[in-house]
Every structure is written in structure tokens, then in C-alpha cells.
């Protein structure tokens, strides 16, 4: 497969500050590739740089041309007094090859508000209306600056529906965020930044299982379990018990919950409300980078 992007050892400082600190990354035609990090990690300058809008201090750099790159920036800066159908005719007019606007607007659900302006629009209506903007002139690739923040859920969801389908119709994505959820729900790769340095590059449910995280298993009994009896089933690490609940730390949530189930089969009591907790990108960023992506 090509890649559509390649970064080599990019830098980038603003005076003493190095918001880009060599960072290299690939993405292939056709994925969804995720920048996640934290506020400041250098992703905003990432794109920037392979978007022609900076120039970086060192490194290198392959991308597509111009006219093949759609871009959504973190704040859309659209002119408030044209409508959007004359915004999309002003877009397009800078491409030679541009979609038909009636389609473009049909396809993002658009054809009712065209003759609104961006100011009258919902949240969730901008949404729509900044990617039909940036696919105007059928860019192979798209780039996405921390594309949902601020939206309420069901538009985020809305919109990583919308992003899947432009994957499967052959679009390839790079999108920056903060938001794990959106990294591990959208993101065929992700990489980790912080500080302007990539600690990891993999597919989410790699990330989560290649640092040997623990996951846990939850779950409450009719009858008191002796701690000892599940503490040597396969993989678990700790166990618990606190009143009827039982919280048990495992490195192979699958093989210790299969033995679990055997096990019960010759408990005389009967164990309930089983919960499995695997986990997530915002425990891998906490290992890699000893702090949470929230804070
Ligand atoms: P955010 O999502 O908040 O934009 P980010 O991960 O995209 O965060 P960048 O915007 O790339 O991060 O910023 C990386 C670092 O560079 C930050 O410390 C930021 O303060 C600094 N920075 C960004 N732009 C400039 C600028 N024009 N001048 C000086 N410092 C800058």
C-alpha cells in the first residue's frame, strides 16, 4: 500500500519552545490515522507544517499536492456575509476539478440550509458544513484539526459515522485529538504525542494489549469465595473482595474469565452481575507518559 504521508525526524520550535521535537510517523492510503495528545503536544503544528502553512526547522516531509489535501481547522474562519451555497461556489472556484454543490450539500445532509450563512447553524450543522467545505474539490486526503471538540455526543457520533463512511468511499483521514474514545473508535493507527514527541505508533486495541495493562474482572457472589481459590486462576495478578463484590486484577482477561466460568461450575453459589473491564488508551497514555490525557 502507498502511503500518503511520510514524516521523517520533523522539528519545529517557536524561540525556546520545541513544539515539534522529531517526530516521524507513515499513513497509508486509505486509513485513519490519529495524532493523540494532550493540549500543546505539537499536533496543531504537525498539521500546520504538512498543510504548507509552516515551514518546519528540520526533518522531512512527503504529502500530497495542494489541490489533493482537504483541510478542517480547529476554528473555521468562513466569511459571515455569503450563504453557504455561495461559500461552497467560492471554495470551489479555487480547483480546477470541483463536486456539483446540489450533490455536495445532498450528501451532507445541507440541501434545506443552503441559502442559511454559517452563523445561523447549530453545532452540529457546522460540523457538516466544514467537512462538505473541505471535500469540495475531492481531496485524496483529509486533515482534521481536534475535529469534535465542544460537540455534544450525538454529534461526535454522528460525525465518526460520517468520517467511516469517507474511509470506506477511499479517503484517507489524519486527524489530531484529545478525546481517547474518538482515537480508539475512529482510528485505524494512532500515534502518542506529548511534548512534541511520539512515544508510541499502533493500531488502539495493540497499544492497550502490547503494554501489558491490567484489566479487571468484576463480579458478585451468592456465597463467600476464599480469595485463595481465585487468586490461582490463570493470569490473575490480585483479588479482592469488598461485601459481595469480588475485583479481581488480570493480565488475560479472556483465559481468566473462561477459567472463572469453570470454576463456578463446581461452586455450590452462584456468582452475577459479571463485569469486565479492559483497558483503554488513556491507560496506555498514563504508562507511557506518567500522566493522564485529561489533566
Ligand atoms: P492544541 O490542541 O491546543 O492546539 P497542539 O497539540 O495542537 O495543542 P500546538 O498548537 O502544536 O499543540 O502547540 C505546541 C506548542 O507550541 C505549545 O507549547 C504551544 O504553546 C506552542 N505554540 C504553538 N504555536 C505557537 C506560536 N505561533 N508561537 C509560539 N508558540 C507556539
Not at 148 to 164: C, N, S
Not at 251 to 258: A, G
Request: aromatic share 6%.
Amino acid at each position: 500500500m502507498n502511503n500518503v504521508i511520510e514524516v521523517k525526524n520533523l522539528v519545529k520550535s517557536y524561540g525556546k519552545i520545541r513544539a515539534v521535537d522529531g517526530i516521524s510517523f507513515d499513513v497509508a492510503e486509505g486509513e485513519i490515522f490519529g495524532l493523540l495528545g494532550p493540549n500543546g503536544a505539537g499536533k496543531t503544528t504537525t498539521l500546520e507544517i504538512l498543510e504548507g502553512l509552516k515551514r518546519a526547522d528540520g526533518g522531512q516531509i512527503k504529502v500530497l499536492e495542494r489541490e489533493e489535501i482537504g483541510v478542517v481547522l480547529q476554528s473555521s474562519g468562513f466569511l459571515p456575509e455569503l450563504s453557504l451555497r455561495e461559500l461552497l461556489v467560492l471554495l470551489g472556484s479555487f480547483y480546477q476539478h470541483r463536486r456539483d454543490i446540489a450533490k455536495l450539500a445532498e450528501d451532507f445532509d445541507l440541501t434545506t440550509l443552503l441559502d442559511a450563512k454559517y452563523e445561523e447553524l447549530s453545532s452540529g450543522q457546522r460540523q457538516r458544513f466544514a467537512l462538505a467545505a473541505a471535500l469540495v474539490h475531492e481531496p485524496k486526503l483529509l486533515i482534521l484539526d481536534e475535529p469534535t471538540v465542544g460537540l455534544d455526543p450525538a454529534v461526535r457520533q454522528k460525525f465518526w459515522e460520517t468520517i467511516l463512511e469517507l474511509r470506506k468511499a477511499g479517503l484517507t483521514i489524519l486527524l489530531t485529538t484529545h478525546y481517547m474514545e474518538e482515537a480508539e473508535i475512529v482510528c485505524d493507527r494512532v500515534a502518542i504525542i506529548d511534548y512534541g514527541k511520539i512515544l508510541a505508533t499502533e493500531r488502539p486495541v495493540k497499544l492497550v494489549n502490547s503494554l501489558g495493562l491490567v484489566s479487571r474482572i468484576k463480579f458478585m457472589s451468592s456465597k463467600l469465595i476464599n480469595l485463595a481459590e481465585l487468586e490461582v486462576l490463570p493470569g490473575i495478578i490480585s483479588a479482592r473482595r469488598d461485601r459481595y463484590t469480588y475485583d479481581l486484577e488480570t493480565e488475560t482477561p479472556e483465559d481468566s474469565l473462561r477459567e472463572l466460568l469453570t470454576w463456578e461450575k463446581k461452586f455450590s453459589g452462584k456468582i452475577f452481575n459479571l463485569q469486565v473491564q479492559q483497558a483503554t488508551l488513556d491507560d496506555v497514555f498514563l504508562k507511557l507518559t506518567g500522566h493522564s490525557l485529561r489533566e
